[in-house]
């Protein structure tokens, strides 16, 4: 007489597991409240002396200076070697005259006129 497998659940099983699961809580709780009761407090070791970091930081600072530094190909002009350059035009080069603040000022409001024209028309 064996009852195999069905298409439900098996209350039977579930219930098992159910008590063990019970069962483990429990014991993990029992044995939590006498690890409560019987802790003794861990002596902790003395801390070290300051001595021996500053020792080795200053070993590492000598080691720091030794080391060869890594040399840097690409040099920046300094802001004084840029001041001084200026370009110069070439003889014989015409280069257009720069527009007034004033005529640069006119120019914007008529194109923004032209701009306000053109969103009243919605095009």
Known sequence: NMK?????????TIKEKK???KLQK???RQINEYNMKNITVVQRLPA?????????????LEYA???PRPKT???RPSEQEVKEVVPQAQPGII??????LE??????????????????LHI
Request: charged share 30%.
């Open 65 to 67: 200076k030794k080391i």
């Open 4 to 12: 195999l497998g069905g298409l439900g659940p098996d209350y039977e």
């Open 95 to 100: 280069f257009p005259q720069i527009p007034s």
């Open 26 to 28: 429990e014991y993990s």
């Open 73 to 75: 190909y690409i040099t």
């Open 103 to 120: 005529a640069l000022w006119d120019r914007h409001k008529k194109e923004k006129e032209v701009v306000a024209a053109f969103k009243s």
């Open 19 to 21: 008590e063990k699961l």
């Open 48 to 60: 070290k002396p300051t001595q021996v970091s500053s020792v080795s930081r200053q070993k590492a």
